[in-house]
T-cell receptor, first 113, second 114 residues
Framework: GDSVTQMEGPVTLSEEAFLTINCTYT??????LFWYVQYPGEGLQLLLK?????DKGSNKGFEATYRKETTSFHLEKGSVQVSDSAVYFC????????????FGRGTSLIVHP | GAGVSQSPSNKVTEKGKDVELRCDPI?????LYWYRQRLGQGLEFLIY????????KSGLPSDRFSAERTGESVSTLTIQRTQQEDSAVYLC????????????FGPGTRLTVT
């Protein structure tokens, strides 16, 4: 079945540092790929998505490129802020006969001033 | 427009009591999901509703858990005879179609069983 593997957290950075959160996936075909963000005390919200190979999703300074050759969708940001402190989830939509999306375990990001 | 809403936002209950959690999806969204998120953990799928079809209950952890949804509107998740291991945040999400779409999450209900 489909699966998503994210790097373990927490990731701790100083403000203005460069961020990478790795995500690799196993899936049949070429599904859309999502990154969700969960701020403290809130539900998840879609951060960005890519719908086909080589697409780059971007939002709020974050970017991720759909790499089918490495089955990866790594999240990057050039200069993080304290307000980016949150948990980030890589996700696959439902596929095949299942209607249940697949989420990674989440990576906690802590940004210090 | 209005997003997904959940109530209550926090619930503290004694072990053995029943609790009911409510989710109001975005109007017009046919798919509705319930997830459980234990402290510091990822999402655990509980149940999925799609329109008037029979729900997918494959994620419910025990027969103490049940959920209902009337058509494409409000859903309630009921936990009977609560146990301390039920303490978690319960998240509801809706989407316009099936799980092939992005999901829109509510803020969650934080359940604490004492």
């Amino acid at each position: 079945g489909d699966s998503v593997t994210q790097m373990e957290g927490p990731v701790t950075l100083s403000e203005e540092a460069f961020l990478t959160i790795n995500c690799t996936y196993t899936a049949t075909g070429y599904p859309s790929l999502f990154w969700y963000v969960q701020y403290p005390g809130e539900g998840l919200q879609l951060l960005l998505k890519a719908t086909k190979a080589d697409d780059k999703g971007s939002n709020k300074g974050f970017e991720a490129t759909y790499r089918k050759e490495t089955t990866s969708f790594h999240l990057e940001k050039g200069s993080v802020q304290v307000s980016d402190s949150a948990v980030y989830f890589c996700a696959l939509p439902a596929s095949g006969g299942s209607y249940i999306p697949t989420f990674g375990r989440g990576t906690s990001l802590i940004v210090h001033p | 427009g209005a997003g997904v809403s959940q109530s209550p936002s926090n619930k503290v209950t004694e072990k053995g009591k029943d609790v009911e959690l409510r989710c109001d999806p975005i109007s017009g969204h046919t798919a509705l999901y319930w997830y459980r998120q234990r402290l510091g953990q990822g999402l655990e799928f509980l149940i999925y509703f799609q329109g008037n079809s029979a729900p997918d209950k494959s994620g419910l952890p025990s027969d103490r858990f049940s959920a209902e949804r009337t058509g494409e509107s409000v859903s309630t998740l009921t936990i009977q005879r609560t146990q301390q291991e039920d303490s978690a945040v319960y998240l509801c999400a809706s989407s316009p179609g099936t799980g092939f779409d992005e999901q829109y999450f509510g803020p969650g209900t934080r359940l604490t069983v004492t």
